[in-house]
Every structure is written in structure tokens, then in C-alpha cells.
């Protein structure tokens, strides 16, 4: 049976697609075999972003083109979503799953957003222990990233150890339809460094 991970934010463009892309890569670099389904259909969604490169190592499908049959024969299948679901949207998204990435910035704002997902999902019951907090867009020198890890470990999340931090390839990677380890910049290795590392705490 594949993992099912589902990222979901309860904020928009916190960098869910971004994640999803770049986790999906991850793992297909690692020689795991992973799909991604793009539960998002607007602009900005990751199967637009597969279409606008050379491809990705991996397939990107609608929801329609998924096989059931075909899913478990997979290590992997990353869900990525449309964020700000509504509280049935996340109660069928946690049944589905079997891990709740939910990707947030250091703001006090997002941080706040984040600490209000994580208590819904905490009111239903089992989906708190699947529910796994990865700081990105960290400024890689503040110290704010750590800060933010701090504090919602002290309220009782899970947060991974794994900051991805901010960094210009990514953005790059979304333009050019690649992964941000394909884009021509000093700094694209360390980010590439951030998910590889990321993706062995997820699996
Ligand atoms: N680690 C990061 N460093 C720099 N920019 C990032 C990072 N993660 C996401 N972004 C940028 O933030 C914006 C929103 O990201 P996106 O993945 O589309 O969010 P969402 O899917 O949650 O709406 C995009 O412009 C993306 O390039
Ligand atoms: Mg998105």
C-alpha cells in the first residue's frame, strides 16, 4: 500500500504546490515510486506546472485520471490541494491520508493559521497524530524559522526538523516547469539539500 500524504494550508499561496512538487521529486530521485494528484484545478496548480517544462520524474494527474488499481502498486501519492478547506473537505482529506503536511510561513499570521488547523484537527480525534508542520519560505539567516519550530512545538504540534528555507530557485522551478535542483543558480543545490532532507522524514 502507497503512504498517501496530503498537503493542505488553511491560508493560500503558503507554498503547498511548491512542496508537493518538489516532495514528489524527492522521493522519485530516491528511486520511490510516487505520483502526485492535483486536487487544485486553478492556474498555479502543479499540473500546470508539469506542462510548462520538459516534464517531471514523475506522473502529475487530475483527479479523474487516477486509477485506483494503479495506486497501489505506488510507495507514494502526494495530494496536493486548493488549501482553505472547509471542515468537511478536511475531515474526508485526514480520512483519506496518512499524513497532513501542512507547509507555513514564520509570520505570526500564518503561524496563527496554522495553530487554527491544527485545532480542528485535533477536535477530530485520531487526525492530530497525522498532522505534520513544515516551516518554509524560512529566511535562511534570521533565526526565525527555529524561533517559529520552537513555539509550535510548545503548543504540542509536530513540526519537522527540516526548514526549507526561502530561496529565489524555486520560484524559478515554477516558471520553468523543472524541480529547483534543475535551475541554473548558485543557491539551487542547497534548496535542492532542504527537500531531500525534508522527504527522508516524511518517508
Ligand atoms: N521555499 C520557498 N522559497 C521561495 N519561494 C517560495 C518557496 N515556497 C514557495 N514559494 C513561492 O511562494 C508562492 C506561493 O507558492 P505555492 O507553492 O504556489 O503556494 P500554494 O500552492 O500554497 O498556493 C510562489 O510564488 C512560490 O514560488
Ligand atoms: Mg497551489
Redesign the pocket.
Known amino acids: 500500500m502507497s503512504a498517501v500524504i496530503a498537503i493542505t ?1 488553511e ?10 512538487v518538489h516532495l514528489a521529486g524527492a522521493f522519485a530521485e530516491r528511486g520511490l515510486r510516487v505520483t502526485l494528484v492535483d486536487e ?1 484545478g486553478r492556474v ?2 502543479s499540473v500546470g506546472w508539469s506542462r510548462r517544462g520538459p516534464g517531471l520524474p514523475f506522473p502529475v494527474l487530475e483527479p479523474d485520471e487516477v486509477r485506483p488499481k494503479a495506486l497501489r502498486e505506488l510507495d507514494a501519492l502526494i495530494i ?1 490541494t486548493e ?1 482553505r478547506p472547509k471542515r468537511k473537505e478536511l475531515r474526508d482529506l485526514s480520512e483519506r491520508a496518512d499524513t497532513i503536511l501542512v ?1 507555513s510561513g514564520v509570520s505570526t499570521l500564518e503561524l496563527e493559521s496554522t495553530l487554527s488547523i491544527a485545532d480542528y484537527l485535533n477536535s477530530e480525534g485520531g487526525a492530530r497524530r497525522k498532522l505534520k508542520v513544515v516551516l ?3 529566511p535562511p539567516t534570521s533565526g526565525a524559522g527555529e524561533r517559529a519550530r520552537e513555539d509550535l512545538r510548545e503548543a504540542g504540534l509536530t513540526v519537522t526538523n527540516t526548514l ?8 524559478r ?2 516558471d520553468l516547469g523543472v524541480l529547483c535542483r534543475d535551475v541554473p543558480d548558485e543557491r539551487s543545490a542547497q ?1 535542492w539539500a ?1 527537500i531531500l532532507s525534508l522527504s527522508r522524514e516524511i518517508l
Open positions: 494550508s491560508k493560500g499561496g503558503v507554498g503547498k504546490s511548491t512542496l508537493a487544485d498555479g496548480s496536493d488549501g507547509p518554509t519560505r524560512v526549507v528555507r526561502q530561496y529565489a530557485s524555486y520560484l522551478a515554477a534548496a532542504d
